[in-house]
């Protein structure tokens, strides 16, 4: 029986159609294969297009693709071409994963004429392991995917599963995305499988999608918790039994908390997915101190000091997962500052402390985020709104440094222009103006030169 299926966006459905006429014409099929199936099952749009062809060489899809489109062969593990600029992603069916990314082992390992449902047996899940043809409306589901959304139950298709152990970041953040159970059987063979050996990028795509899309992180981070893959990042793994003060916290320790707390996050991210990103991450991360610095004092639980502790292991947890100097640095200035936007409240600190915050953190309002989460994970306390954040970003926007770092009013420039030689001197007095600017004693560009000629005519 066909299955209509609609896809309303002009950017897939134009390519697309043109490539199902190209490999028609060539004696082919195409098949929409994995997520974009998935996705149009549950009457979601998808965000991009998979793409299996059937039934053409290799050579002649790579001719035919290049041909028509900035087509590229990527791919170490599984072969794929990338269409440039275009969200479409088109493999071949293989009989097993590549050992190289090359055209030649391509041609070696491919198997044009493969049965499609052969070629579902290869996927990770069955939710995924459906096919559906645009030109015929044919739907093959030989392994009933779409019952098992139906129970949202995520289930491996078969014991080739191990062949990618990425699979298994890839259930967390499916599982956080679809609401999902596991299957038993599926958790089992999953604790069997390592992450060992896995390139980094590819780690890091699966962690994006878990806090960039997922509606419940914290069922992601649960599965990796029954997969026994926590054992591959320890700084998650030490929050598992970590006390709270129960007063403070009554939702338990810092593990249930922290799942809390990216629940929060993730009901309200703004859709910008760096901004979103770079608090996410800062949430996961924010307790990564407290492992070291939990213990009972008179009777009560402390971690005193565990916002600066919490650098090192996030540094060590980011970098598994990305390169990213930057974002590393970004995210750690979160992590360390995420209790001061609750400690400036509480003190009703003075425009210098708002100004000095935003220069230590670079953005005060993804801060906010980030404490505002900290704070709302705490059930059964009740959701006050978090005055301590309206309180700062008030505070930041009448400042103007909600989004940004104080920027110097007094420049090396102005200093040469006012007959201050380069060197160390110059260095210190651009950095006493710029104290003194955070204090309020300037707020424009000819109030700060006239300080600096006050400076200059002192004596020293």
């Known amino acids: 029986m066909p299955v209509r299926f609609h896809i309303d966006n002009p950017a897939l459905t134009q390519p697309l159609r043109q490539i199902e006429q190209l490999i028609r014409r060539a004696g082919g099929r195409t098949w929409l294969v994995g997520g974009c199936v998935r996705d149009l099952a549950l009457g979601r749009q998808p965000r991009d297009l998979d793409l299996e062809i059937h039934g053409v060489s290799p050579g002649q899809v790579h001719r035919i693709l290049t041909e028509q489109f900035p087509a590229q062969f990527v791919g170490k593990a599984f072969g794929v071409f990338k269409l440039g600029g275009l969200p479409i992603d088109i493999a071949l069916p293989m009989h097993r994963p590549m050992d190289d990314a090359s055209i030649p082992g391509l041609l070696q390992q ?28 044919e739907l093959r589901d030989p392994f009933d995917g779409r019952a ?211 220069r230590r953190v670079g953005r005060i309002d993804r801060l906010v985020r980030v404490a505002r989460a900290d704070h709302l994970g705490r059930p059964p306390k009740p959701n006050d709104g978090f005055p301590a954040g309206v309180w700062l970003l008030e505070n930041a926007r009448r400042l103007a440094v909600e989004r940004q770092a104080p920027a110097p009013l007094v420049m090396g420039r102005h200093l040469l222009d006012l007959g201050v030689e380069p060197g160390p001197d110059m260095g210190r007095l651009l950095d006493d103006c710029y104290e003194a600017q955070l204090d309020g004693l300037f707020t424009t560009p000819d109030e700060g030169l006239a300080y600096v000629r006050q400076k200059l005519s002192s004596p020293s």
């Open 148 to 358: 098992d959304l139906s129970r949202r139950c995520l289930r491996h298709v078969s014991d080739r599963f191990g062949e990618d152990p990425l699979r298994v970041l890839r259930g967390m953040q499916l599982v956080a995305r679809y609401d999902l159970t596991a299957a038993p059987e599926t958790v089992a063979l999953c604790r069997t499988l390592t992450q060992d050996g896995l390139p980094s990028e590819r780690l890091w795509d699966e962690w994006k999608k878990l806090l960039l899309q997922g509606v419940k992180p914290s069922a992601g981070l649960q599965w990796l918790r029954d997969c026994a893959w926590l054992r591959f990042y320890p700084e998650l793994a030490a929050l598992q039994d970590c006390p709270q003060d129960a007063e403070w916290h009554p939702e338990g320790d810092v593990w249930i908390h922290t799942l809390h707390c990216l629940d929060v996050f993730a009901s309200e991210r703004t859709g910008h997915d760096e901004d979103d990103l770079m608090v996410g991450l800062g949430v996961l991360c924010h307790d990564f101190g407290k492992p070291a610095t939990t213990n009972a004092e008179f009777g009560r639980i402390t971690s005193r000091g565990h916002e600066t502790e919490g650098e090192a292991p996030t540094r060590r947890f980011l970098a598994r997962l990305t390169n990213q100097t930057d974002l590393a640095d970004d995210v750690v200035s979160l992590v360390r500052c995420h209790l001061r936007p609750r400690q400036l409240y509480d003190a009703q600190a003075s425009d210098s402390a708002v100004r000095r915050l935003a």
């Open 110 to 137: 491919a198997d044009p004429y493969m049965d499609i449902d052969e070629a579902l047996a290869r996927r990770d899940f069955t939710i995924n392991a459906m096919a559906w043809d645009p030109d015929t409306l």
